[in-house]
């Protein structure tokens, strides 16, 4: 049976390997994407506060205090006054010391750290510091908030600024540092690198997935085929080659041990079954045979006998039964002992067996009494046999058995298929039996 690769275990291994691979480099890239930016983010805002700290320390340092030096001079001239025209002491713009952004400059950002409230202001840079003193009114930036004291919130990030060991100031971060071009650029590599190792990982695991899932798929299908080859008719032992030593190969293995006991055990099962069939025919052939003779008895006589008379009516047949006995049976075992008169029995079992059709049924009907039934024959062609067989039993070398031993059998013979049944016919032939002893033994007598 074919599969359809959506639907078969290296289609499924296959989207299970790239959902795997696509989500776990989704995590470990976003999560790896993140980290750098917070790094960053930390690294710039450090550089920054540095920026600022050093400026002010100067400030103060320069004129004593934050009054005096407040008083004296505005803290981003004093600044420009410090880098100079080209800033370079400081290459980020304002206190906020993070690099100029394309329309931003270095003097314009360091006049907004200090510009006054109400000031006019082209826009405000994404990072940058608050000054407040250690009671928290603002010193410088605030967006003109000067002297009025700041939240706890703010408070709370608050650096602490010494100058001469001492702090009467600190720097208060206010929005969110911004990345220089040449940072976003190299952010823009590396989350382009990300991207295209997501894509490479994903073709990998789809070629990966389908090599494994195909290596899989074929182990599976040795075993299913086995399994499907699997019959009672003596197809049940079945091994497949075992690969690995993982969960297929324990499944491997336990499938070959399970067969190869199933087929021990079936193969037991048939031998059984044979002995039990063999030893019920056994048993049934000893129902139907005389133990001493071995020839078939009354019981079975009279079932065949039965059948072939019907068959002789249906189909118009005639049909001739005898019945025999030994003269002078009882003389015999007086005279010569029981053992004597025993294989005198054997004897003329096979007397008549080898001198009758295989289609005649010839029976130990008892004692020394024997039965034969003739198909399609009449009294007369019964009758020639009949005294064929009495001739034979006479003229057998006795002999051989005693010296002085004589047996002769007497005979009654009836074809009268009117008289309704086969029983019916015996009696009849018994009639005649009793005529031959009668009128003088080893005769053979029609009715
Ligand atoms: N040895 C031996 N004798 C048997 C067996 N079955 C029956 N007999 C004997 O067969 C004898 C039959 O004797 P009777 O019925 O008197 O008949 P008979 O002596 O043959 O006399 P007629 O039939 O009148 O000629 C009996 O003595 C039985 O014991 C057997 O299986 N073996």
Known sequence: MRINLLFSLRGKLTAMLLLASLTAALAVGGTAYWLLMQDFNATARETAFTNFQTDIQAYIGTYGSWEN?????????????????????????????????????????????????????HRDPPFHFMLIDTQGHVLLGGDGRQDTAVGEDLRRHARPISVNGKVDVLAVPVGSPQLSTQDKAYLGAMREALQNGLLAACALTVVMGLVFGSRFGARVRELTSAIQSMRADGEIL??????????????????????????????????????????????????????????????????????????????????????????????????????????????????????????????????EEFVIAFPESTVQQAAIRCEALRAAIEQHTWQEVHPELRVTMSMGLCDDTKRGSIEKMLAAADEGLYEAKRSGRNRVVSC
């Open 238 to 367: 079945q091994q497949v080659p075992v690969h690995s030593r993982d969960e297929m190969g324990l499944l491997a293995s336990a499938f070959n041990r399970m067969s190869r006991e199933l087929s021990q055990a079936h193969s037991a099962l048939r031998r059984t079954n044979e002995q039990v069939q063999s030893q019920a025919a056994q048993l049934k052939e000893l129902s139907v045979r005389d133990p001493l003779t071995q020839m078939f008895n009354r019981r079975y006589f009279d079932e065949q006998s039965a059948l072939l008379y019907q068959q002789a009516m249906r189909h118009g047949w005639s049909v001739s039964v005898m019945v025999g006995d030994l003269d002078y049976f009882k003389s015999i075992n007086d005279d010569f002992s029981h053992a004597i008169g025993d294989e005198v029995l054997r004897r003329v079992a096979l007397i008549l067996r080898k001198n009758t059709r295989s289609t005649d049924i010839v029976a130990r009907y008892g004692g």
């Open 69 to 121: 030096a407040r008083r004296n001079q505005v803290f981003h001239e004093f600044v420009m006054q410090r880098r100079g025209p080209s800033g370079s002491l400081n290459p980020l713009p304002g206190a906020g010391g993070r690099p100029a952004l394309p329309g931003e400059t270095d003097a314009g950002e360091t006049r907004r750290q200090g510009a006054p409230a109400g000031a006019v202001h």
